[in-house]
């Protein structure tokens, strides 16, 4: 189904790239219509959205609803699966200025590389009403130093523990989630002397503790306010004790046989997750669709969710209008609705995105959500808490996304090709100075 | 101007002109309607190949990022030592020659045999023909994916056919020459089929009476194909051998696909399958250095200039070589 889907796509593709070709042979005649697709004609709007991911609003019936409830309006919404392409794509065409639609999806990673070079290309926020309702860090992430809002959260990312029950038993620890947090509360550390006792009592010698250093180092980092660069936008991340504790724990739990050695989103971990090869995974809210997705209805049950050693933000998105877009006004009032709190608690109800809405949060269908996958459990109490831990302010950098990718390989030397993590810090420091610089 | 010429002009005197443009034009149809009629493509060209060609040397003689085109910071050949002593280039270097290595001897020669065979008249040929040809229709995203299905270390297709004897399991994305054979096999399999057909085309203007004479003096069939067959298609193997090098100069979507996501770029955790195309991608798609990249893409285009002036070379060496021997002995 996947191969069918990639061939039909690769064939809209040079179908489109050839009448683009044609079109530029043609001496660009349209001249005066809109570059990001939408448009009006006779009353009626279109709208373009370019989305990556499972961000739930098309999944959710959402943009369906804004158009029943708003004849005339039409929404096109073009989703790609993986988020550094989608990236990689929207740099391009916001860099030829073509190509672009009139709503684009931002990732936390490069909300400080919009907001540093592209500002000037995003319209502004400031002055649309209802938007006081979500966290005030989350709406800073995207304004510039001029207070121009470039785009309207979306999720969050408030982590915990994702683990399996069945496997947690079978290695002789407890199975109730809340004695499960108890073995590791307040401390990393203790998560991965947990994963010590869970190998010792494994009777599966092939079960790993858990899948991938890297989800562990990046719940770590993202504790702290600042990471990979200060408030000024200075590299700190060889500097910053924060980072070298994760790198440390996160190589020691690598080298030491605890996790399966898979890397997050690549090919191996779905498959893993299908066939039940790690007990448990650092998991973000929005990881949880992606889990329940790929371990399938055969594990459903099986899984639970307890609340992490410490609060940390992983991930969340926005969305941005572009300010040239013909239907800005549109658009922009699209992004206030689909953001709006009502929107966020349907979104966390239905797939478990966690809105960065404070209004949303207080809503029974957010704080007394629980998740009949995962074992029923609490999710709005548990990543609701997670959600207050958060640091008030984050601090985010422009090469951020980049800078993750080259750590995460950096372990992954460590874990599987058993590389001395002094090594691999000097192979990854070298590769990020290369990579910025 | 405009006077009727008089009657006592010279006579033809009045055709003069008009004869002489028509010889103009005459002339002009005749040697510049040519031109005209290649004009288009070289307009195609100028726009499309020669001027990115010339604007992505200039980028590359400065520091630009992919968000900020209109900022460049004159580098001069900065890019070009750096990259000189970056072993990130060394490293994709290698690996381009290592898989361009173990990807294009056993496809020439596979294709080499398989043509030789569809050379025999078979029953259903045509359907031979058409099928040898499938994989190279095959899009190289679909091919890839399937094989990184295939080569998966802990479900994979061929790591449980290899469990079967015993053999432990392999990882073949994370391993040097696993991956690199993985990416190989990927690129053979598209590419075999396609050169086979090459190949059955140039064998098929070979005269059948050479064959007839060499079976008259008892050569085997493996013999007519060595003295024969070979020898009669060099030409086109040459031009396989040009083709496959290019090819494997640029080889970029099959490993991306083979690693999925940021670590296809990076060709690996270790860059242990980063080919040059993937180097550039990476500089250019997820570092955002568009300069950096520029200058790998004329580092890769200098090299391929190179390789030719190179095969030139050791060609006329081994013409004139034979040549003279060929005098000495009398043979030609």
Redesign the interface.
Known sequence: M??SR??SR?RVTVAVSTLATLGL?AGCSEGGTSSTGGGKKDGKVTITMGLFGVMGLKETGLLEQYERENPGVTIKAEIAG?E?TYY?AL??H??GGSGLKDIQGIEVGRAK?IVD??ADKFADFAKTEGTGHFQPWKLNQLTTPQGRVLGLGTDIGPMAICYRKDMFQQAGLPTDREKVAALWAGDWNKYVETGQKFKAGSKDSKLAFMDSSTGLFNSMIYGSSEQFYDKDGELIYDKNPVVKEAWDLAAEAGSSGLTAKL?Q????WD??LA?S?FATTVCPAWMLAHISEKAGPANKGKWDVAKAPKGANWGGAFLGVLDKSPVKAEAQKLVAWLTAPARQATIFKEIGNFPSSKEALAQPEVSGAKSPYFSEAPIGEIFGAAANEIPAEQVLGRKDG?IK?IF???L??IE??GRKPSEAWDTTDERIR???G | MGAPPGPGAAPGGKDRPRQRRRNLLHRLDLRGAPYGFVAPFFI?FGAFSFYPLIYTSWISLHKV?????DLMEWRGFGNYTALWA?D?FWNALANTITIGVISTVPQLLMALGIAHLLNYSLRGSTFFRVAALTPYAT?V??AA??F??LF????GMINWFLGTFGVESI?W??DKWPAQIAISTIVIWRWTGYNALLYLAAMQAIPRDRYEAAAIDGASRWQQFLSVTVPGIRATIVFTIVLSTIGATQLFGEPLIFG????G??GG??NQYQTLGLLMYEEG????QMGRASTIAWAMFMLLVLAFVLQRLIKSATTRSRTSQGIRSGKR
């Open positions: 996947r191969i990639t061939l690769s042979l993986d550094q990689t740099q391009t916001l860099a590389e070079t592209q890397r989103f690549q090919p191996g498959p893993g066939n090869t980049t990718d995460s390989q950096g992954h030397l599987s090709k290369k990579a910025v | 195609v990022e992919l968000a900020t085109m970056d990130r899009s995203g679909a994916l399937v990184t299905m998966e270390r802990d479900f990882d994305e994370g999925q996501g940021p670590n770029i990076s955790a270790d798609w997820k570092n955002y």
